[in-house]
């Protein structure tokens, strides 16, 4: 059993957002950015009514909204360390018509200028590291250092994205065909107001990659975080307010799903969501009555395969990290591990022995040793709890790990499963490792696809060439050989979703211009009378079309040539035959003139 740090508090629970009377309130200034309106003191579980002459801000309509408040628990402690108020529906109407009028100074500023403020928010992100790790092991439980792969991460990607946006959001040339007088390019413009819906599973990466996405595209920001780690939103509220340049295009409005639900109904020009594919449909519902524009990062059910040619050892150490970081809270975590027959005992005793070698606690120090934290989320841990009860009931052996300890789950592997389970067909979001014997490749295959999740597998074999064959078949918009979930942490790499996992790509140059909407563009001097298109647009033309269209687009000579070779009832036509006759004519007799001079010479 591995080793726990911990004594038993209890996750958060999505009731802490709950609300009920109160008369009084400090905050009351404009309650749609965290910063703007620091919650510090407030009370979990209490509405907070502000004074109208207190308001800075919007609601301005003379209606008073309930606002509840979010009690911040530590779920590695369970003490509440802080609270923040929520937007309410009026604020966040008020915040997309602020974005809408910030768009145009935004957007019009050049893209090296948003990349020099964009370094500046950079150099913040540097400069807080401490502050930033230290809000998210606080919120999400995770350790310092797992937090600061999230910043690593971030910057990296913002660093990138600095360097390349210049050059995506340039104009792009394009073929005009056969306008052949005309001139065509496109431009890669900015959406207008996106709106950003975060989970808590990575709050600072997966809030801030798509918004700094989003910015340096042009766009201005409505950014919505998890619920459930909402003192990172506000603490990414002040990252922004610290760079003056950039805090007026972006708002943070905190909240529960209903406050999602209220972004999403304030009709943004476009929405990115990650988050469980539940709520992916629900956005998607509501996005349509607008027929809104959406980017949906779903839920997963990640596949690992390990052939029997895998260096064994290397594929369980990599395997269980990849199950238990974040004490298997990512959305491309390993869920389950297919085994080809002839290595699946020794992979078996190696994942057991790794499993056990790690460090379950929560920690504030920045030299953490732990490995796994608590489960960030009451709810989460029911799935964890439900699914393991499901599949050992239908004949699951626990290998190592398999109880709860407060808010901790031990890490979990588990045999004897097969896809009758829950374990091995939904997605569990927590610390399991369910692995299961396969007699060859083609089972394995099978096996991963038989899903309908489609985010992330894993390949591990010797063979590269093999390895890659086999990652071409499976139905998953990124695999790995060798090697566990690092996908995400190539910021140039489209990351996404295919089949239930989402729609859409972030990271790379796909994610980046998925914040930006292409404009076509085709330019020159009014249509000239021969001109190919003047001709095609011309009435009784259909004949010297469909000639046109066999000598240019033909497939074999006889295509090709079919007008000059038969009489057409277009006079046009006819009159290239002959033009065409005679320069055949006229060329053969040119040729012949020419090798009879040669000769003589
Ligand atoms: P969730 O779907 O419960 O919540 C995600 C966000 O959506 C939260 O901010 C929530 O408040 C908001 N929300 C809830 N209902 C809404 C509604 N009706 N309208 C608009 N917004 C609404 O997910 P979670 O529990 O926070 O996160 C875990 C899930 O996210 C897992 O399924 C995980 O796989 C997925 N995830 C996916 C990726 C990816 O890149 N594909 C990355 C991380 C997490």
Wanted: proline fraction near 6%; hydrophobic fraction near 40%; include cysteine.
């Amino acid at each position: 059993m591995p080793k726990s740090q911990t004594g038993s508090p209890p996750s958060k629970s999505a009731e802490s957002a709950e609300s009920a009377e109160s008369a009084e309130s400090a905050e009351s200034a404009n309650a749609a950015n965290a910063a703007d309106n620091p919650a510090t003191g407030a009370q979990a579980k209490k509405v907070h009514r502000s004074p109208p002459e207190k308001r800075s801000g919007p609601p301005q309509n003379g209606l008073e909204t309930e606002r509840k408040i979010i009690a911040c628990l530590n779920p590695g402690t369970g003490e509440q360390f802080d609270a923040v108020p929520m937007a309410t529906p009026e604020e966040v109407v008020a915040a997309r018509q602020e974005m809408r009028r910030a768009f145009p100074i935004w957007s019009r500023k050049p893209v090296a200028e948003r990349v020099r403020i964009l370094r500046k928010f950079q150099a913040v992100l540097i400069d807080s590291l401490d502050e930033i790790t230290a809000i998210v092991n606080k919120d999400n439980g995770k350790s310092r250092q797992d937090a600061l792969i999230e910043v690593f991460t971030t910057v990296d990607l913002l660093n990138q994205y600095c360097k390349k946006a210049p050059q995506w959001l340039a104009r792009e040339k394009i073929s005009p065909g056969l306008l052949i007088f005309k001139r065509c390019y496109v431009e890669h413009k900015p959406r207008g107001v996106v709106g950003i819906i975060v989970p808590w599973n990575y709050p600072f990466n997966l809030a801030l990659v798509p918004t700094l996405s989003a910015l340096l595209a042009g766009n201005t920001v409505l950014l919505k975080p998890s619920e459930v780690t909402a003192a990172t939103g506000k603490l990414i509220a002040e990252l922004f307010i610290r760079v003056p340049e950039l805090a007026p295009f972006v708002r943070v409005l905190h909240g529960d799903g209903s406050v999602g639900e209220a972004l999403v109904q304030a009709n943004p020009d476009y929405v990115f969501l990650t988050g469980s594919t539940t709520t992916g449909v629900k956005v998607l519902r509501t996005a349509a009555d607008n027929l809104m524009p959406v980017g949906l990062e779903l839920g997963g059910k990640d596949v690992m395969l390990v052939l029997e040619d895998a260096d064994v050892k290397e594929a369980a150490r990599w395997g269980v990290w990849g199950a238990f970081f974040n004490a298997g809270q990512t959305c491309m975590a390993v869920e389950r591990v297919y085994v080809l027959e002839a290595v699946y005992d020794l992979f078996a005793s190696q994942v057991v022995a790794e499993t056990k070698r790690l460090q379950m606690g929560y920690s504030d120090d920045l030299t953490s040793p732990n490995h796994l934290g608590p489960i960030t989320l009451d709810k989460q841990m029911t799935i964890i709890e439900d699914h393991l009860a499901d599949a050992v009931a239908k004949g699951a052996t626990i290998l190592t790990g398999g109880r709860r300890n407060g808010s901790f789950f031990e890490p979990t592997v588990l045999v004897d499963v097969d896809h009758s389970m829950r374990i091995m067909r939904e997605e569990t979001f927590g610390p399991f490792l369910p692995i299961m014997k396969v007699k060859d490749e083609a089972e394995a295959i099978r096996l991963a696809n038989d899903s309908p999740y489609g985010l992330g597998g894993a390949v591990w074999s010797t063979d590269i060439v093999r390895a890659e064959r086999v990652a071409h078949q499976l139905q998953t918009a990124s695999v790995l050989v060798n090697d566990s979930i690092v996908q995400f942490g190539v910021p140039l790499l489209p990351f996404g979703g295919a089949k239930h996992s989402g729609a859409g790509r972030t990271h790379g140059k796909a994610g980046f211009l998925a914040f930006t909407e292409s404009y076509a563009y085709m330019v020159g001097q009014p249509p000239l009378p021969f001109d190919i298109a003047t001709i095609l647009r011309e009435p009784g033309q259909y004949h010297t079309n469909a000639a046109l269209l066999r000598l240019i687009f033909g497939t074999s000579a006889r295509q090709k040539l079919q007008p000059f070779l038969e009489k057409s009832p277009s006079p046009t036509i006819n009159i290239a035959r002959k033009v065409a006759a005679a320069g055949l004519i006229g060329g053969v007799a040119l040729a012949l003139g020419w090798l009879r001079r040669a000769r003589r010479k």
